[in-house]
């Protein structure tokens, strides 16, 4: 661990492409410079942020189809103010029905007169996957969204996400505060279950969580907010693969763009190796979770997962947590907290299994089968529906205090 802290400021720089609307200015004074369009732009028709008579000033949260996103309903619109928005955020994209109408990713529900009504972004209404990063519209009258002035005649210009759309005007300058002291979080749901453990480890700890999200998608969220100004810690710390673990090349060219980031910026940058997702099939002698044990063997590059796995070592040789690895020892250094028998192996503890097959123990994480095992896996020598009761402490602190470790 010491080797590891001592050489996060050794890490060197890889060349990686990134558009020059994301190659920032580094720290400490220079002067902010524009932000231009992403190449090859697509043209997708004229927007007006003013359309709905509305202006999205103040940003209060998510609206999300997912709990552990934002909020999946709208509260009481009495006692907002003028400009108050919820940006919504849909996992899977789609649409999503409130009172108030059908909102699409990217939208904005802003408080006007104590009412909420809908501003829709410029991609509303367009299918998952139609957009990419890069494409504009052509702004047909001036006006506020997502707290941003925008003005007829030019450009609002697409910056990535699918689920949760981010857009910039044409012309937009940065104005990037100074790096301090601080740890950024960002991921996909991990960093949601974490999110509790991340503020009693690290007061002052930002935690981005994207459910659902793959690894591009936590890099353009990155992108933004650091164009935006809202990272300005010094440390941060980024989990991406989980998601799409038969994308590594997704993960390589997120990470690759995160670090030109962060490098540009004299930001340190610790990323997490993901722990494989708990996914069963049955062989017809026992359950085999093939992520989990694919990183066990460590061998298998036809396994997204591990090849994930050896690039972060490779590109990140001092900079990276094993998160799994470090779940595992410290189930080794509990062995008494995990000597209950393991519903998932008959005749097996929990430690044997961790053991074994390098699984999690269900009572080492918050994630659990809420519905018993797939069908397919039920048996009267499996049981009908194992749980994972939540007894110890989860996973995310050890995660957290390792983070820690690294960062301070």
Same mark, same amino acid.
């Not at 999946?72 to 400009?83: H, I, Q, R, V, Y």
């Not at 941003?148 to 949760?164: N, P, R």
């Not at 004299?266 to 997490?272: A, D, K, M, Y």
């Not at 999690?360 to 020598?381: D, E, H, Q």
């Given at each position: 661990m010491k080797a590891i802290t001592k050489g996060i400021l050794a890490v060197a720089c890889a060349a990686s492409f990134v558009p020059a609307a994301l190659a920032l200015p580094p720290a400490g004074g220079a002067a902010p410079v524009p932000a231009q369009p992403m190449p090859q732009p697509r043209m997708h028709g004229p927007w007006s942020p003013a359309a709905a008579g509305l202006e999205s000033r103040h940003l209060l949260g998510l609206i999300s189809n997912s709990n552990g996103r934002g909020k =999946?309903? *709208?509260? /009481?619109?009495?006692? &907002?103010?003028? @400009?108050d928005y919820w940006m919504v955020f849909l996992v899977g994209g789609g649409q999503m029905s409130l009172p108030i109408g059908t909102v699409y990713p990217g939208d904005a529900v802003v408080c006007r007169a104590s009412q909420w009504a809908i501003q829709p972004g410029p991609a509303s209404g367009l299918p998952v996957g139609t957009v990419q990063p890069g494409d504009t519209w052509q702004v047909a009258a001036g006006g506020v969204f997502d707290g *941003? =002035?925008?003005?007829?005649?030019?450009?609002?210009?697409?910056?990535?996400?699918?689920?949760?759309h981010f857009f910039l005007p044409s012309d937009y300058r940065p104005s990037l505060p100074a790096i301090g002291p601080g740890v950024y979080w960002i991921g996909d749901s991990m960093s949601a279950y974490a999110r509790s453990a991340a503020k009693a480890a690290m007061p002052g700890v930002v935690v981005d969580a994207l459910n659902s999200a793959g690894s591009a998608e936590i890099a353009s969220v990155f992108a933004y907010r650091t164009l935006t100004g809202a990272v300005t810690q010094r440390n941060v710390v980024v989990w991406a693969g989980q998601n799409t673990e038969d994308?590594? !090349?997704?993960?390589?060219?997120?990470?690759?763009?995160?670090? =030109?980031?962060?490098?540009?910026?004299?930001?340190? *940058?610790?990323? +997490?190796? /993901? +722990? @494989?997702?708990?996914?069963?099939?049955?062989?017809?002698?026992?359950? +085999? @979770?093939? !992520?989990?044990?694919?990183l066990q063997s460590g061998t298998d590059l036809r396994n997204g997962l591990v090849e994930t796995q050896a690039l972060i070592r490779k590109d990140f040789p001092v900079a990276n947590v094993d998160a799994r690895a470090a779940v595992l020892a410290a189930v080794e250094a509990h062995a008494a907290a995990f000597s209950n028998p393991d519903p998932q192996f008959p005749g097996m503890t929990e430690l044997q299994t961790a053991k074994r097959s390098a699984w999690?123990? &269900?009572?080492?994480?918050?994630?659990?089968?809420?519905? @018993?095992? /797939?069908?397919? *896996?039920?048996?009267?020598?499996i049981g009908a529906t194992p749980t994972c009761p939540r007894r110890l402490r989860p996973a995310s602190i050890i995660f957290v205090r390792l983070a820690r470790t690294l960062v301070t």
């Open positions: =999946t309903s *709208l509260p /009481p619109a009495s006692g &907002c103010n003028d @400009g *941003l =002035t925008y003005k007829a005649g030019e450009q609002a210009v697409h910056y990535g996400g699918a689920y949760y994308k590594w !090349w997704e993960t390589s060219a997120a990470l690759d763009r995160i670090r =030109t980031i962060t490098q540009s910026r004299g930001q340190r *940058l610790i990323v +997490v190796i /993901p +722990v @494989g997702r708990r996914e069963f099939t049955f062989n017809g002698q026992r359950l +085999v @979770g093939k !992520w989990q044990e694919a999690f123990p &269900c009572r080492s994480i918050r994630i659990w089968p809420r519905k @018993g095992f /797939p069908r397919m *896996l039920r048996s009267p020598a």
